[in-house]
């Protein structure tokens, strides 16, 4: 699209919808700055569920919603080659609000993909149905808050039949991926990844360190290579998709994907929180 020119550009009042994305240099252009309007609050022109269904070139977006952050993995179906990955910055701060940061998080990634790419499954990974004492009771409804609205979001864009919601533990026994006593789960699922990212440049925290952020796209990764495996392509965009990751369907894995290593060295994208995104209609 030329987002200048296109009619969905055009905000009531002329107004413009920025977000600014860091990005270092990669293989694929980064997320450009966005310019993202819609004259009647509908969703942006998509691909019919035929044509998703029979394209090549369909992908599987990954995501993991918290509140601090949106780990994203956008892997090809087909090879599961990653083509973007990153994490939206949420920030703590009891002036913005979950709504806020699923505006924000619509705004500046899920619009953009949605016009951009031919997404044909959006793999979500599923807030925790048990939790352990040390969690507070406001920190698990913002948490599954955001969840919902994130998964409504997605369904809007997307479609409804092409979101999947994937219990962690579900995709994780797909990998046979578990907790050692050497290892936490999320270094397990980390490791996994990194094996098929080799290329990666990690993101750091300001110390210079590994920044925890790194393991919300590592689990949005394995949400995505689970769909890529468990999701045939007559079932992109149908019913079907929902009832293979059923908990009482039998899990009828296609046993001739495999997940390829992507060569190319990859950057992070980091999407930083911008207000001026969330109020400009």
Same mark, same amino acid.
């Given at each position: 699209?030329?987002? @200048?020119?296109?009619?969905? &550009?055009?905000?009531?009042?002329?107004?413009?919808?920025?977000?600014?994305?860091?990005?270092?240099?990669?293989?694929?252009?980064?997320?450009?700055?966005?310019?993202?309007? $819609?004259?009647?609050?509908?969703?942006? !022109? /998509?691909?019919?569920?035929?044509?998703?269904?029979?394209?090549? $070139?369909?992908?599987? *977006?990954?995501?993991?919603?918290?509140?601090?952050?949106?780990? %994203? #993995?956008?892997?090809?179906?087909?090879?599961?080659?990653?083509? /973007?990955?990153?994490?939206?910055?949420?920030?703590?701060? !009891?002036?913005?609000?979950?709504?806020?940061?699923?505006? %924000?998080?619509?705004?500046?990634?899920?619009?953009?993909?949605?016009?951009? *790419?031919?997404?044909?499954?959006?793999?979500?990974?599923?807030?925790?149905?048990? %939790?352990?004492? +040390?969690?507070?009771?406001?920190?698990?409804?913002?948490?599954?808050?955001?969840?919902?609205?994130?998964?409504?979001? &997605?369904?809007?864009?997307?479609?409804?039949?092409?979101?999947?919601?994937?219990?962690?533990?579900?995709?994780?026994?797909?990998?046979?991926?578990?907790?050692?006593?050497?290892? @936490?789960?999320?270094? #397990?699922?980390?490791?996994?990844?990194?094996?098929?990212?080799?290329?990666?440049?990690?993101?750091?925290?300001?110390?210079?360190?590994?920044?925890?952020?790194?393991?919300?796209?590592?689990?949005?990764?394995?949400?995505?290579?689970?769909? /890529?495996?468990?999701?045939?392509?007559?079932?992109?965009?149908?019913?079907?998709?929902? +009832?293979?990751?059923?908990?009482?369907?039998? *899990?009828?894995? +296609?046993?001739? #994907?495999?997940? $390829?290593?992507?060569?190319?060295?990859?950057?992070?994208?980091?999407?930083?929180?911008?207000?001026?995104?969330? %109020?400009?209609?």
């Amino acid at each position: 699209y030329n987002l @200048s020119t296109n009619p969905c &550009c055009t905000a009531p009042g002329g107004g413009q919808v920025t977000a600014t994305i860091t990005r270092g240099e990669g293989a694929d252009p980064p997320l450009r700055r966005i310019s993202t309007e $819609s004259q009647d609050g509908s969703a942006p !022109p /998509r691909l019919s569920q035929s044509a998703r269904v029979e394209a090549p $070139s369909s992908y599987v *977006l990954g995501l993991d919603v918290s509140t601090k952050h949106v780990g %994203f #993995v956008l892997m090809h179906y087909q090879t599961g080659l990653v083509k /973007r990955l990153g994490v939206v910055e949420c920030p703590i701060d !009891p002036d913005v609000d979950v709504y806020q940061k699923v505006r %924000f998080t619509t705004r500046a990634l899920l619009e953009p993909l949605s016009r951009e *790419l031919d997404v044909g499954v959006v793999a979500i990974e599923k807030y925790l149905q048990l %939790f352990h004492m +040390r969690f507070r009771t406001n920190t698990i409804i913002q948490l599954v808050r955001m969840n919902t609205l994130v998964v409504w979001e &997605c369904q809007r864009l997307f479609g409804q039949q092409a979101v999947l919601e994937v219990h962690p533990t579900q995709a994780r026994s797909l990998f046979s991926l578990r907790k050692t006593s050497e290892h @936490s789960v999320k270094d #397990v699922v980390h490791r996994h990844v990194s094996k098929f990212l080799p290329n990666t440049e990690w993101l750091q925290a300001r110390n210079g360190k590994f920044a925890p952020s790194n393991y919300d796209i590592s689990d949005a990764f394995i949400v995505g290579d689970y769909a /890529r495996r468990m999701v045939r392509p007559q079932d992109f965009g149908s019913a079907c998709a929902q +009832r293979l990751l059923a908990k009482d369907v039998e *899990l009828a894995t +296609r046993s001739e #994907v495999t997940t $390829s290593v992507t060569p190319h060295r990859l950057i992070p994208e980091t999407i930083l929180y911008d207000s001026a995104t969330i %109020f400009t209609i």
